[in-house]
């Protein structure tokens, strides 16, 4: 069965960190770029940080630049998304997700979650005083 799970999720006060973890089962990450997502309350799903496999590109967006940090740890087959200075626009469900359709992250286009079939059920960030 293949299958993403994300972990690390939480509460913490604003300018706080946390690192989450994205592992899979059933295959193996390190051929496939990985995205992070996150959907806030009322709000739609957008894409936040994601790295591929084949060139080392990486992507994030503008909101998180200079906060957040992606990656690989391909001897323990797991992604991270380190999250320093939290605000409280960050508080969300953070969802990672492996694209099946390309291995860099360099094009625009790359955080299109159309290409991304492999999806983890998400874990909670909260970031309140």
């Known amino acids: 069965q293949v299958q993403l799970v994300e972990s690390g999720g939480g509460l913490v006060q604003p300018g706080g960190s946390l690192r989450l973890s994205c592992a899979a089962h059933?295959?193996?990450?390190?051929?496939?770029?990985i995205g992070w997502f996150r959907q806030a309350p009322g709000k739609e799903r957008e894409g936040v940080s994601g790295?591929?496999?084949?060139?080392?590109?990486?992507y994030y967006a503008d909101s998180v630049k200079g906060r957040f940090t992606i990656a690989r740890d391909n001897a323990k087959h797991i992604v991270y998304l380190h999250m320093n200075s939290l605000k409280p626009e960050d508080t969300a469900v953070y969802y990672c997700?492996?694209?099946?359709?390309?291995?860099?992250?360099?094009?625009?286009?790359?955080?299109?979650?159309?290409?991304?079939?492999?999806w983890g059920q998400g874990t909670r960030v909260t970031v309140s005083s």
């Open positions: 997700a492996a694209n099946t359709m390309r291995s860099s992250v360099a094009s625009s286009q790359a955080m299109a979650q159309h290409e991304y079939n492999y």
């Open positions: 790295v591929g496999y084949s060139d080392g590109s990486t």
């Open positions: 059933g295959f193996t990450l390190d051929y496939y770029a």
